[in-house]
């Protein structure tokens, strides 16, 4: 077993595949998780759960485990600890790279509203709503970001999540709780099931819940896709082999 240690910022499957590979190493790892999801898929390695405490919180954790290098696999949404672990591993100069799974490009025959955020996601829905009074929209953005479109109430939602909303809802909705993978015939029975008009997603990327894309490609439905926030500044890449190919060069 080696000495050093790498802290992953996890919550997502890449983190996990980057845990995998740097394990079978022999390295110790730590995957740190927010604490968001009640039953959490589980990396191999260590695990820690819930937040820091900001910058300061996370210089004194990466400090007290002589953490050595920290890969941010985080989601392409989650960006308050990619910029507090960008702030403290810069003041311990402790290597750090960011993994970030590739977004999802349009492909010929879909029609993507390219939004530069999650409230621009709700008006465009709202403006939708106002030229259809029968609105039917399939919400993908997940539970932080349902609330944003509560005050829509002339638009019925089928809201996808994993766990319970803990907070406001849009008045005219159902709740559907699952976790990817989904398959296009899936998405396809889903969208034509409950008469969809419009599907809300954030251009989070990777494989495991793109086949909504594809069944709205399929139906001619629009798509109101929120961009990501900008990258974090520093080195990325956008594979777990290439985020182990880093580690190993690092700490050869
Ligand atoms: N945002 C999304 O759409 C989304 C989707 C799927 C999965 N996730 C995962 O869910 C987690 C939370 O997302 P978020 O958007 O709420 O993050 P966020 O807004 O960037 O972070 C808010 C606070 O949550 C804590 N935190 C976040 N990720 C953490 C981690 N991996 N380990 C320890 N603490 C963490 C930190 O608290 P302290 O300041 O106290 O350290 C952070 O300041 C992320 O780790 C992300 O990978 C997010």
């Not at 530069?116 to 709503?129: C, F, G, L, Q, R």
């Not at 999540?161 to 406001?168: F, K, M, S």
């Not at 990501?228 to 082999?241: I, K, L, N």
Request: a negative charge; aromatic letters at 4%.
């Amino acid at each position: 077993m080696s000495a050093d240690t790498v802290l992953i910022l996890g919550g997502t499957a890449e983190a996990r595949a980057l845990a995998k590979d740097l394990v079978s190493d022999g390295r110790r790892v730590i995957t740190s998780l927010a604490g968001r999801v009640k039953d959490p898929a589980l990396p191999v390695g260590d695990v820690r759960i819930g937040g820091f405490g900001g910058i300061d919180g996370l210089a004194t954790w990466l400090r007290d485990n002589s953490c050595t290098a920290v890969v941010d696999a985080t989601h392409p949404f989650a960006r308050q600890i990619s910029a507090n672990a960008t702030a403290a591993t810069d003041e311990l100069d402790v290597p750090m790279l960011t993994l970030r799974r590739p977004q999802w490009q349009p492909q010929p025959g879909d029609h993507w509203l390219d939004v530069p955020d999650i409230a621009a996601a709700a008006k465009s829905v709202a403006d939708m709503a106002a030229d259809n009074d029968t609105l039917r929209v399939f919400l993908t953005t997940g539970r932080q970001d349902v609330d944003v479109f509560a005050d829509i109430t002339d638009a019925w939602f089928l809201i996808r999540l994993v766990d319970p909303p803990e907070r406001a809802v849009p008045r005219h909705h159902q709740i559907i709780r699952s976790r990817g993978p989904y398959t296009v015939d899936g998405e396809l029975d889903l969208m034509r099931e409950h008469k969809i008009d419009v599907v809300v997603t954030k251009n989070s990327g990777g494989p495991l819940v793109q086949s909504k894309l594809e069944a709205a490609r399929q139906l001619s439905l629009p798509v109101v896709m929120v961009r990501r926030p900008a990258p974090a500044h520093g080195e990325a890449v956008d594979t777990a082999s290439a985020a182990a190919t880093w580690v190993r060069q690092l700490l050869s």
